[in-house]
């Protein structure tokens, strides 16, 4: 029987114990707390397993926070937006987020032109530029944590390994391991799949005849 490759090197591995390690104590300490005050909820009763002490310590520690959620994929244009997304259709956040030729430009999400003219060429090089702080980060994290670039889950546990990645990450930098070496030239544009909106097509042509004619 094969055995499944593990996510994290051993290298990796040592990282996120020596993270436990610094934390250990607080999740005996919230382990031992919850267990006092569901006693003098429920008479001494043996405690709910809904939550690890951990997940209690995770859920206090990012309570306010953003919650990560990613934009549908695959290759159905009927798909159902996400949250975030119809919030961004209905107007609530002011700006607009950038996307690859693998999106649909839409009025909150704008992408490349195809076939650039003239101004049009000034414009994805701006755009470009805008994305490439992004997308040295992508390659710096897939170059440090390479279960990052095949990864065989569900979008959900996708989305785990992905946050521990950037959290082992960040204490890798406090720790000032040395960082790994990313390819200088890399291709993170995505065959076109969607349809682009008429009325995102007339926000990006405002945005060029506004900024870059």
């Known amino acids: 029987m094969a055995t499944r490759a593990a996510y994290f090197s051993p290298s990796e591995a040592e990282i996120l114990m020596e993270a436990y390690e610094e934390v250990k104590d607080q999740i005996k300490k919230k382990a031992v707390k919850k267990k006092k005050k569901h006693k003098q909820g429920t008479g001494g009763g043996s405690p709910s397993a809904d939550l690890t002490p951990a997940e209690d310590i995770a859920l206090a520690q990012n309570k306010g926070r953003p919650v990560l959620e990613g934009i549908p994929g695959g ?41 650039p003219q003239e101004a049009q060429q000034a414009y994805n090089h701006a755009h470009a530029r805008t994305r490439a702080r992004i997308e040295m980060t992508f ?61 995102g097509r007339l926000v990006r042509d405002q945005y060029v005849l506004n900024y870059f004619s």
Request: net charge negative; hydrophobic share 35%.
């Open 75 to 115: 290759t159905d244009t009927n798909i159902c937006p996400s949250q975030d997304a119809t919030r961004f259709i209905q107007g609530e956040f002011s700006g607009v987020l950038l996307g690859d030729r693998g999106y649909a430009c839409q009025p909150f999400l704008l992408t490349p032109y195809t076939d």
């Open 139 to 199: 390659g710096l994290l897939k170059a440090r944590f390479h279960c990052l670039n095949h990864l065989r889950v569900s979008p959900l546990r996708a989305c785990d390994i992905t946050v521990a990645c950037a959290v082992l990450h960040n204490v890798a930098c406090l720790r000032k391991e040395r960082a790994p070496r990313v390819p200088s030239h890399m291709d993170w544009d995505n065959p076109a799949i969607f349809p682009d909106d008429d009325s």
